[in-house]
């Protein structure tokens, strides 16, 4: 049964300074791996999405890698603004899962100013 | 612009009634999705849906129902809630039906549900 790790469960750091976040899962059987942000009473947003056959993908401040073989994704948060405090959640789908994720717990970030 | 939409966004129910939380989305997708979230836990898989008159179990799914009579509306049902269903519910959508899921699933704001 594939598990999604995430590691710390929250982080707060000094606005400015670069945030890494990091997700692994048990079963490297994946088809693809998501990160998403939540804010407080909102629902999901989707930040990245990479493909088992990429390495990495960017978008802005935002750059997530993935090594499929150790079943590790890293998300990293450039020059980091009060605006990127959320909690963020990585998932994955498997090989047998058909299209549904399955989620991590989500680290909660605070940056401050 | 398409949305999805969910009602009501707070409940509070006692233990055994019966409770209906709605989803609806106006993006015209053939999946939808119904998941709760627990502290330390985040998102698990409740029921969903590939289209009309489908609907399949999740990970979590005793004591939940669900019913696809459109393509729009996919309502979760607590048949006799209990207070271990306390928690935050999710509904989701996607496009199409793709095995590896590539397409970007939209959620709801949630409902934030309390069973005394």
């Known amino acids: 049964k594939q598990e999604v790790t995430q590691i710390p469960a929250a982080l707060s750091v000094p606005e400015g300074e670069n945030l890494v976040l990091n997700c692994s899962f048990t079963?490297?059987?994946?088809?693809?791996l998501q990160w998403f942000r939540q804010d407080p009473g909102k629902g999901l947003t989707s930040l990245l999405l990479i493909q088992s056959s990429q390495r990495e993908q960017t978008s802005g401040r935002l750059n997530a890698s993935l090594d499929k073989s150790s079943g590790r994704s890293t998300l990293y948060i450039a020059a980091s603004q009060p605006g990127d405090s959320a909690t963020y959640l990585c998932?994955?789908?498997?090989?047998?899962?058909?299209?549904?994720?399955?989620f991590g717990a989500g680290t909660q970030v605070v940056v401050t100013p | 612009d398409a949305e999805i939409t969910q009602s009501p966004r707070h409940k509070i129910t006692e233990t055994g009634r019966q409770v209906t939380l709605a989803c609806h989305q106006t993006?015209?997708?053939?999946?939808m999705f119904w998941y709760r979230q627990d502290l330390g836990h985040g998102l698990r898989l409740i029921h969903y849906?590939?289209?009309?008159?489908?609907?399949n179990k999740g990970e979590v799914s005793d004591g939940y129902s669900v019913s696809r009579s459109n393509t729009e509306d996919l309502p979760l049902t607590l048949e006799s809630a209990a207070s271990s269903q306390t928690s935050v519910y999710f509904c989701a959508s996607s496009e199409s039906l793709r095995r590896d899921g590539v397409d970007t699933q939209y959620f709801g704001p949630g409902t934030r549900l309390t069973v005394l």
């Open positions: 998932a994955v789908i498997g090989y047998s899962s058909w299209g549904k994720l399955q």
């Open positions: 849906s590939y289209g009309v008159q489908d609907t």
């Open positions: 993006w015209n997708h053939n999946n």
């Open positions: 079963d490297s059987a994946i088809y693809n």
